[in-house]
């Protein structure tokens, strides 16, 4: 599904990631873990496609189409959902709106009809209901006035609505007590286990993969993965720190 080859990427000039490699089938879930400044999230960004990233060397294959190349909301429609480490607010358009506007423009993408209000309300209800969220709440700005965990959990809802092929979770357990981890946690499993589907998650703890499982997890240091390995690889980072582990 996704194919990352001797990927380099820099921004304002400065190096950040420095020969990245990585291989994510369907069906798979990816953790990648590391410390501050390792480049995690500029690996995100550079998938999402954010402005002031620049790739200077490599290349990204998502599906046998060169990644790199697209736009932002190609990549969208495509098929890829980058979720924030810190979801932005926007203040004057509701959820209902936003979501309705991205999941049509999208399917036009895709070369797919626009789904009618009636349709669009009764996946937005469902999503919600299966994440215990208000539906109320979708009719409020964008995260504004929203908690760290609410805003969270306004962002499994958005992936459930847009129902992706690659979900990108950039530290989706920050800012989550133990409740709001597991809904979270219940809430990727529900939408992304998936044959046909694929997850990162970038964290710096072990607590969320007590939720979701990953098959691989990854060390990212110095812009590169040094180390990869199962599950167990996380409780022992967590144990004994990136220091040793990382290096």
């Known amino acids: 599904m996704l194919q990352i080859t001797n990927l380099h990427a820099e921004i304002d000039g400065k190096p950040i990631l420095k020969g990245l490699s990585l291989s994510i089938n369907a069906g798979e879930v990816h953790a990648i873990m590391g410390p501050n400044g390792a480049g995690k999230s500029t690996l995100g960004y550079v998938l999402g496609g954010r402005p002031g990233y620049e790739v200077t060397e490599g290349s990204v294959s998502f599906d046998g189409t060169d990644l790199l190349e697209l736009e932002p ?29 991205s999941l049509n423009a999208q399917r036009k993408g895709r070369g797919e009809p626009a789904l009618s209000g009636a349709e669009f309300l009764k996946i937005a209800r469902g999503q919600a209901d299966a994440l215990g969220m208000d539906y109320d709440m979708l009719k409020r700005p964008v995260n504004v006035g929203f908690s760290g965990g609410e805003k969270k959990r306004n962002e499994m809802v958005q992936m459930g609505i847009i129902n992706p092929s ?80 990382a290096a």
Do not use: C, W
Not at 73 to 101: C, D, K, M, T, W
Not at 202 to 215: A, G, K, N, S
Not at 227 to 236: N, P
């Open 73 to 101: 909301h190609e990549r969208a429609a495509a098929g890829l959902f980058l979720g924030f480490q810190y979801p932005v607010e926007i203040p004057g358009i509701s959820n209902v709106q936003f979501l309705r506007e």
């Open 166 to 245: 690659l979900a990108i979770l950039d530290e989706t357990d920050s800012g989550l007590d133990i409740d709001a981890l597991r809904i979270v946690g219940d809430g990727i499993n529900r939408i992304m286990r998936s044959p046909d589907k694929a997850v990162i998650l970038i964290t710096h703890y072990q607590r969320l993969l007590d939720y979701v499982e990953p098959d691989f997890v990854h060390v990212l240091a110095d812009g590169r993965i040094t180390r990869t390995g199962g599950a167990e690889l996380a409780v022992e980072l967590e144990r004994e720190g990136y220091g040793a582990i």
